[in-house]
């Protein structure tokens, strides 16, 4: 089973220490939702985890599938299949859709095993109507004149396509009306199975109606703080976070 494990993370950005002891198993099969006030850190933690180079690791450590994570190169990352939906996606001039994803593909493949364009073009159809896609999004340059539910919803095309081992995504819900919601979360729920860890960062519990979590941690002031079920996220949409806070003495 895949696995990622991260152990008393610190992570500072222009020298202002952010992750202050984050920790978190995630194994195949599982799915974990990671919730929390904004400014906490939680993209802070994925762009860590994917290598940003603004982000400094200052001390604890990281295995992905039991390899050091931060001694593997940014790339190295990707091809081993560790996925990162970022909150704010880039924009890529010049490269189609299509042609980036299948490249994504292929960049982990031997030479004589590479995806053929039959193969392709019939698995991103397949995905794409799945996700509700129109088919001209294929050819339409990276993310470019994208609204922001196109988007994401191509963020979780490219989970469909590359089929990672463990992904991140982050704040995948922001911005998406219900009908998209839905569909981005058939597409996370389409990619369950033991070969397959999933860290979803979320603000709000909304698409955890949709995607049943098997832990909700909630984090505060760069670390997690309280961990449970389901039921967590619930009382959280009922309750905010403010009595978390009450609970365990913390203040702003
Ligand atoms: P969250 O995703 O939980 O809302 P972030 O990880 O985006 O939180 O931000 C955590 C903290 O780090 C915030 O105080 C934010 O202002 C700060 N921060 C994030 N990115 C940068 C950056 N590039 N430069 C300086 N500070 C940053
Ligand atoms: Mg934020
Ligand atoms: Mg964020």
Not at 47 to 67: I, Q
Not at 230 to 245: F, H, N, Q
Request: net charge negative.
């Amino acid at each position: 089973k895949p696995s990622l494990s991260v152990k008393d993370l610190h992570v500072s950005i222009e020298d202002k220490e952010i992750l202050k002891g984050f920790g978190i198993d995630v194994k195949g099969g599982e799915i974990h939702a990671i919730m929390g006030p904004n400014g906490t850190g939680k993209s802070t933690l994925a762009s860590a985890l994917m290598g940003h180079p603004n982000y400094e690791v200052t001390s604890g450590e990281a295995t992905f599938n039991g390899e050091d994570l931060f001694e593997m190169e940014v790339d190295e990352r990707a091809r081993a299949g560790l996925f990162l939906a970022m909150q704010y996606p880039s924009e890529v001039s010049g490269v189609t859709n299509a042609d980036f994803i299948r490249s994504a593909m292929n960049a982990d493949r031997d030479e004589d095993d590479q995806v053929s364009l039959m193969q392709f073009i019939r698995k991103i159809d397949d995905k794409m109507s799945t996700l509700e896609i129109d088919q001209s999004f294929q050819h339409r340059y990276l993310n470019e004149g994208f609204s922001g539910g196109e988007k994401k919803r191509n963020e979780i095309l490219q989970l469909l396509m590359l089929e990672p081992k463990i992904a991140i995504l982050d704040e995948i819900d922001s911005g998406l009306d219900i009908d998209a919601l839905k569909v981005v979360a058939k597409g996370i729920n389409e990619m369950r199975s033991d070969d397959f860890g999933c860290m979803i960062i979320t603000h709000y519990q909304r698409l955890l109606n949709y995607i049943e979590p098997d832990f909700v941690h909630v984090m505060m002031q760069g670390k997690i703080v309280k961990s449970g079920g389901p039921e967590l996220a619930k009382k959280l949409e009922e309750k905010g976070y403010e009595w978390i806070k009450e609970e365990l003495g913390i203040e702003d």
